[in-house]
């Protein structure tokens, strides 16, 4: 059987439980296998690049993000992530505006120093979220090319109702080992580098 969407992967997941009476608490258990693999994976299919003008001290954070890996401005200078101990220590020794060169996360917002002494072009790329699915949204990247690992996770969060059920188990298993392949498969995709052929 094919699990390419929102209402198969629904399916997919009665098929395994063999039982009538969790129907309704299926979209639940999909949620929350989400916020499961939203805690354990980073894949390179989940950076995002977004760009936005950078004219104050603060910005506002994207809601689907996990962790930023870069900031920049201009295309050229990259901004160094300090604690807000540090920005603070630095604007009581100078508060005066100019290019920003640090920043650091302040109340769901990233805060900027120096303030912005113009309009700068702001360019973060960051680990988002997987996009969650829905009967509008019905499918993503992962469910796609990696259903496994959506359906191991939501039937993981089954337990609650199936108590000593020895197939939560098996489930955990094959969620984590899905989880462990693909992280590894994205090291390996990012880090190893293009092939070299050595002349002889």
Not at 176 to 181: R, V
Request: charged share 25%.
């Amino acid at each position: 059987m094919a699990i390419s969407t929102y209402a198969e992967l629904q399916t997919a997941i009665a098929d395994f439980l063999n039982r009538d009476d969790l129907t309704s608490a299926i979209k639940n258990f999909i949620y929350l296998g989400e916020a499961q693999i939203s805690r354990d994976l980073r894949h390179w299919q989940q950076e995002k690049r977004v760009t936005t003008t950078l004219d104050e001290r603060f910005e506002l954070l994207p809601a689907d993000l996990i962790e930023i890996q870069a900031l920049y401005v201009d295309d050229k200078t990259y901004l160094e992530y300090i604690s807000q101990g540090e920005l603070s220590r630095r604007r009581m020794s100078n508060n005066e505006a100019g290019k920003p060169c640090f920043y650091t996360m302040n109340s769901n917002e990233l805060e900027f120093y120096p303030i912005p002494d113009d309009d700068y072009e702001l360019t973060m790329v960051y680990i988002s979220r997987v996009d969650p699915l829905s009967d509008d949204d019905p499918s993503n990247w992962l469910l796609e090319k990696h259903p496994d690992i959506y359906l191991y996770a939501a039937l993981l969060h089954t337990a609650p109702y199936l108590h000593e059920d020895p197939r939560v188990a098996v489930w955990a298993g094959l969620y984590t080992q899905g989880i462990e392949s693909l992280n590894s498969e994205s090291r390996k995709a990012k880090y190893a580098g293009p092939l070299r052929l050595r002349n002889r």
